[in-house]
Each structure stands twice: as structure tokens, then as C-alpha cells.
């Protein structure tokens, strides 16, 4: 399976100009006949949460007609990082849509975990279902940044059969250490391909790290972006995953009436 993650930097709640640049990257890494391309976090508004009120996208209509038009067009499979959704409650979520190569809705997710540090509680509503889906008849899961320090939420879809964790991030570079680390971890412990794809550039609060990367299920890197705007492309041997749960079986000698 080929990936490409787009590391955009985004402009500042603007979505306008993110729907622009997010369709022309499109259409440049799928000119690499990817299997997959997936976005980062809030990539239609950046962290413009004060203004998130009148620039959330109202049900997610127009970043879904947009993706589902690419995906069907391109005839692959968008994992469309997330985006300030305003919920029919009122409510405004952070929420990521997978789409596959007919351009159908086949996942949604709402960030679990919201992120105090940068005020992600103060503007939005959590989620509170898991962010299971399948592409290409590959079980997988979407978690969206913050929700990667929350091993015992990861291992929730790994335990269901997930074999690629994908994630989206606005992850600052000050806490680039822990991205890296945290990921590994989260491969390795879950013996799973992660597949992250972070922003790159700067708004006015936070520089982003970018660092996007592909992990396989023993924990090395397949691929790792720089820190700037980049299209990171790489290949999951989907064969490893069993390869490696055969090798050492974490999952059949877990002991999980012994863990609450
Ligand atoms: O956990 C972190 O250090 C970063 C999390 C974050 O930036 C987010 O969830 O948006």
C-alpha cells in the first residue's frame, strides 16, 4: 500500500486559501498513483479557535464535497485529516472523514481528547466514539494529535483488529521528542504501521514540528518528512503486521481482567 502525506502548512483561519492549496497538493501526490493520501489536523482553519463560530465547516459539507470529489476523481482512498466541523447541536467538533476511491464516507471520527495546553476545550465539543473504518479491506483506525498520549484509547482499535493506526496532528515543534517517541511506541506496542501526518509552519501561537512519518510494526521508520512543507510518500508491507504479531504474540498473552 502506498501512502502519501501531505504536510501543509496552513494559513491562519483562512479556509479558503486551505481548500486551494489542499486540492493542488492532492492532485500532485496522486500524479504518484498513491493507494492513500491523508491531511493533518484543523487543516481548513489552522487553531483560529476564537473565530471557529463562523469559519467551522457547517456538517462538514464542504470539505466533504471537495474530498469526495478528489477521491472518486483520483480513484483513491483520502483519510482528510481533520476539520473544525459546527455539529446541528451547535456544537463544533474536531472531526476527521475518510473517503475512498469511489469518493463514498466509509469513517468519521471526533477527537477524544482535547487538549487544554492550547484551549482546544474552551471552542470544542469531544467525541465519544471510536475511529474505526477500512480501506481496501484493511481494518484501520483515525486518531487525531493529542489522542497519541492516550495509549490505552489506541489499543481500544488495535485490540478490534486495526492494522494501520493513522493519525493527524497540529504537534508543536517544542515537543518534537515526544512525537517521535510516543509514535514508536505506539507501533511497537500495537504492532501496527502508524502513518502520521503533521503541519508544517507557524501561526501566531505555536511553530509546528511537520516531521510527518510512516512507522512499521517493529518500530522503525520507514519515512520521515523534514520540517517543512513537504509531500511525504511510502510503502506498508501489510504482510509485517502478521509477521510481526506471530513473532511476539502481544495481543494473545495480554491479561486485560487484570487491568482495571
Ligand atoms: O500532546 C501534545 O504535546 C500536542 C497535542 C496537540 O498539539 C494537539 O492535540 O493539538
Redesign the pocket.
Known amino acids: 500500500m502506498k501512502i502519501a502525506l501531505i504536510q501543509l502548512d496552513i494559513a491562519f483561519g483562512k479556509p479558503e486559501v486551505n481548500y486551494a492549496a489542499a486540492e493542488r497538493k492532492i492532485r500532485e501526490a496522486a500524479a504518484g498513483s498513491p493507494d492513500c493520501i491523508i491531511l493533518p489536523?484543523l487543516w481548513t482553519t489552522g487553531y483560529d479557535l476564537t473565530r471557529l463560530g463562523e469559519i467551522a465547516d457547517p456538517g462538514g459539507q464542504t470539505t466533504g464535497a471537495l474530498m469526495s470529489g478528489l477521491a472518486r476523481e483520483n480513484g483513491v482512498n483520502i483519510v482528510a485529516g481533520s476539520i473544525a466541523v459546527r455539529q446541528e447541536s451547535g456544537g463544533i467538533t474536531n472531526s476527521m472523514y475518510v473517503f475512498d476511491r469511489s469518493g463514498a464516507c466509509t469513517g468519521e471520527y471526533s477527537k477524544l481528547h482535547l487538549?487544554k495546553?492550547?484551549e482546544?476545550h474552551l471552542y470544542l465539543q469531544p467525541g465519544a466514539a471510536k475511529g474505526l473504518f477500512t480501506l481496501d479491506g484493511i481494518s484501520c483506525a483515525g486518531l487525531?494529535?493529542?489522542d497519541i498520549?492516550f495509549p490505552e484509547w489506541v489499543r481500544v482499535h488495535m485490540a478490534a483488529g486495526a492494522e494501520i493506526l493513522f493519525i493527524s496532528?497540529?504537534?508543536?515543534l517544542p515537543?518534537l521528542s515526544?512525537w517521535r517517541a510516543l509514535l514508536v511506541s505506539r507501533a511497537i506496542e500495537n504492532q501496527c504501521y502508524v502513518v502520521a501526518c503533521n503541519r508544517a509552519g507557524a501561526d501566531p501561537a505555536n511553530t509546528f514540528a511537520g516531521h510527518s512519518m510512516i512507522i512499521d510494526p517493529w518500530g522503525e521508520i520507514v519515512s520521515e518528512a523534514s520540517g517543512s512543507e513537504e509531500i511525504l510518500s511510502g510503502e506498508l508491507d501489510l504482510a509485517r503486521v502478521r509477521e510481526v504479531r506471530g513473532q511476539i504474540p502481544v495481543f494473545a498473552d495480554r491479561r486485560p481482567e487484570l487491568y482495571m
Not at 169 to 172: D, H, K, N, S, Y
Open positions: 489536523e487538549f495546553l492550547m482546544e487525531i494529535c493529542y498520549r496532528a497540529e504537534w508543536p515537543r515526544h
